[in-house]
């Protein structure tokens, strides 16, 4: 552009040469002028080109500075948008119901509880159930007998071994039909749960539902170690039943072998 700008004032003014040369031939001073004016008109353009040019630079460096910052803002915005996926809590909550479950299983099982509330404590329900050494030195396993009240005491024993292992055996069954009924709830909470976690959004979102799936779990361990212990309860009951029944018989058997033995008198015959 300097080169093309310069070339026209160079042109003009060569143009306006033969021009005076036809009107002002013999005004040298008047052409020198017009000359000095195209010249100076052409280094005045070509600062004026300069100081464009400078402009356009600065335009284009601040057009760059605009466009790091918009990149900024974009990552920025990006990193903004992560932090609040990363803070969203679950869409939903599927928490198990564990304490009503284990309530209405322990319900459905503890038969302890009834015989300490009958009895007053658990030892007074243990005591009802003797060893050997108890009923051998017991009255009712002598020969010479014991009253009818204590006699009673012994089949109170025996009527409370046949009423344990029966609600044991009640227990245990009950215990069974409720986790039926558990097992299909538990498995369409599983799968709700195993539905919202795969469309999870955000790590809160995520570990929302991995508690959610961790306390799962452990409501069906608490639903197993539940069954565990009523089926404890029942081998439990009928083994304690078996030991006293057990213990009865054998002080009766030695008792009844017990005696003194005497020979009879030769005879000859």
């Not at 319900?107 to 009923?135: H, I, M, N, P, W």
């Not at 396993?141 to 009240?149: D, L, M, N, Q, V």
């Not at 025996?158 to 986790?179: H, P």
């Not at 809160?204 to 309860?233: F, K, P, T, W």
Request: glycine residues 4%; contains cysteine; proline residues 3%.
């Amino acid at each position: 552009m300097r080169a093309t700008l310069a070339a026209a004032a160079l042109a003009v003014a060569g143009a306006a040469l033969p021009a005076r040369a036809q009107f002002v031939v013999t005004d040298p001073g008047n052409l020198a002028q017009t000359t000095i004016t195209a010249i100076e008109s052409a280094a005045q353009t070509l600062k004026l080109i300069a100081m464009y040019e400078m402009q356009i630079q600065q335009y284009t460096t601040q057009m760059q500075q605009y466009t790091m910052q918009n990149q900024q803002y974009t990552l920025q915005n990006q990193q903004y948008n992560n932090q609040v996926q990363n803070t969203l809590p679950p869409s939903s909550y599927i928490w198990d119901q564990a304490r009503a479950t284990i309530r209405a299983l322990l319900e459905a099982t503890d038969t302890l509880r009834y015989y300490k509330g009958q009895l007053g404590s658990l030892d007074s329900y243990l005591g009802k159930f003797q060893d050997l050494d108890y009923y051998k030195a017991s009255p009712c396993f002598t020969p010479a007998g014991c009253s009818a009240a204590e006699w009673s005491a012994v089949n109170s024993v025996r009527e409370l071994a046949s009423q344990s292992r029966k609600k044991a055996n009640d227990a245990l069954f009950k215990g069974l039909d409720l986790q039926q009924d558990n097992l299909q709830n538990d498995a369409a909470t599983l799968e709700r749960l195993q539905a919202a976690a795969q469309g999870a959004i955000g790590q809160m979102q995520a570990l929302g539902y991995a508690n959610q799936l961790a306390s799962e779990q452990a409501h069906q361990l608490l639903q197993i170690r539940g069954l565990l212990i009523a089926q404890h309860n029942a081998l439990t009951t009928q083994m304690q039943a078996q030991t006293d029944k057990n213990a009865q018989e054998t002080a009766a058997a030695i008792q009844l072998r017990q005696g003194s033995y005497h020979a009879s008198p030769a005879r000859n015959w």
